[in-house]
């Protein structure tokens, strides 16, 4: 991961781990000084059909943070949970369960269902960080870049998706 | 308080109405959506020319401050600097409208 910043490059790499290994090779690091836990969230990656979910932990003995992945599939979208190894995961992974849909197992509220109601309102759509869930005010609002001056230009123009949209969304509308 | 901000500081974006040619890159790259042309085309004849010739005329050019998130890459792509950074902030304003800066508001 690449994270430019007022023009410093702070490079950091992620070490990806097997599904299966998540809890013993966090559990692992947390014994090597990894102990607290900064942040756990999820990335959805449709085409892929799998989502990256990822931790960065620091040391509390130096300035030091590192990056760890685990790449779970879409259709059995479930981990084991790291409550028992950072208290903090427990906070982190009703947030990802309520916002993904991916189950923690171990953690007895992240899964969707136990976790309504802990960010989202009732009704607020289901798992709305996917990216298949339309954003609605990039629905509803009109694209100021569908306009063209020119009426030869427009015909002949291949159309042109608005940015920070996905065809998806409009197909439901389209439907509705 | 003018002489201490940076001459390369991201203070605002000013647009060149003149340089504009309407090709629309800037609203369509926008990702938050806030700039919005509005423009039409003019049949022109040159002195000496035999054919006329369309010409974009900018009818109007707004930036809606309440959206911008001041990424800049309107100023990056487009193509005849008519966009350009400009060091000084913007002032504040007590009505959400007044943060839709049109032409006039723009040229700096």
Known sequence: MTIAANSVEITQRIEWISAGQWRDSMASAHRQGWVCLDVLTAIDRPEQHEFHVVLHANRVDSAQGQWWGVVVPQHHAELASLVDVFKAAAWHERETGEMFGITFTGNVVSNHSAAQGLLLSADAPLTPLRKHVPLAARVDTPWPGSADPDPRRSASRRRQAPPGTRPEWFEIEDRQ | ?108
Do not use: N
């Open chain 2, 1 to 108: 308080m003018t002489e201490d901000i940076a001459i390369e500081s991201r203070g605002t974006i000013k647009l060149s109405a003149p340089d504009c040619t309407s090709c629309m890159l800037c609203v369509r790259e926008c990702p938050v959506w806030c700039i919005e042309i509005d423009s039409h085309t003019e049949q022109v004849t040159p002195e000496g020319a035999r054919r006329p010739r369309s010409v974009a005329v900018l009818d109007a050019f707004t930036i809606d401050w309440g959206l911008c998130m001041y990424c800049g890459i309107c100023v990056e792509v487009c193509p005849f600097d008519a966009l350009a950074w400009a060091p000084t902030p913007r002032e504040g304003v007590s009505q959400a409208e007044q943060l839709v800066a049109g032409i006039e508001d723009l040229a700096g």
